[in-house]
């Protein structure tokens, strides 16, 4: 009888995320299966999702992969891996400017220029909260769960590009993958990389992340999950 993989199942954003990773982590994770689960939102900054909450819609995520594809049970998952952007949730309010002429909010390394300022004020509070509940938490359910952060987001890191475009997007993934399929360990050498990659372990990187402006800059703490 031929056993099957166990799941490493990773839960992004957006459809981009998984173009631009699911090949790249499927080859470097061999020994497991590595699915994707799109949630086509931030469910760390929506409206209806808190800290008190946030447990249990990731939950609900995985219930919502796991019925997408009939016959897995939770069993079938070894780990959850939650990848997320920070979108500057952890600076300090002073630092989000108010501009009535941006039609849309436009990210720098020391600010955020809105023309919605309280409600990226409340985002934040709200976003902050949750990232700390969830790189707190270990387990969803009874499988393993991690979250890891694309700071300011995945095209910031992988494109040095913090304000992409919509449209750009796929062009950057295929673009990506190009790259990087094929010479699979050079992924993980580029996620080493000083310029971004930050410093301490998994719990350091957090912290780290969390002070003044950082989680408006070019930093990610993906590359601790190849060494665990």
Not at 117 to 132: F, G, V
Not at 166 to 182: A, I, T
Not at 185 to 210: C, H, M
């Amino acid at each position: 009888m031929v056993r099957l993989k166990k799941i490493v199942l990773f839960i992004v954003e957006g459809i981009t995320d998984e173009m631009s990773l699911s090949l790249i982590l499927s080859k470097l994770i061999d020994d497991s299966s590595v699915q994707f689960h799109v949630i086509n939102q931030d469910i760390t900054a929506d409206f209806n999702s808190n800290s008190q909450n946030i447990i249990r819609k990731i939950d609900g995520e995985v219930k919502k992969f796991l019925a997408q594809n009939n016959g897995l049970k939770k069993t079938d998952i070894k780990e959850i891996i939650h990848l997320v952007d920070t979108d500057g949730a952890f600076i300090k309010e002073d630092f989000v400017l108010e501009d009535l002429r941006k039609l849309k909010t436009f990210y720098t390394p020391t600010s955020i220029v809105t023309n919605k300022r309280d409600l990226i004020i409340e985002r934040n509070e709200r976003k902050s909260a949750i990232l700390n509940k969830l790189y707190q938490t270990s387990h969803i359910g009874k499988t393993q769960y991690k979250v890891y952060f694309f700071s300011c987001n995945l095209e910031h890191v992988l494109h040095n590009n913090q304000n992409t475009k919509c449209e750009d997007k796929s062009l950057y993934s295929y673009q990506f993958v190009d790259r990087y399929v094929g010479n699979e360990k050079r992924f993980v050498d580029f996620l080493n990389e000083k310029e971004f990659a930050t410093p301490g372990d998994y719990r350091e990187s957090w912290q780290f992340i969390k002070e003044d402006c950082n989680s408006l800059n070019r930093f990610c703490n993906f590359h601790l999950y190849f060494k665990s």
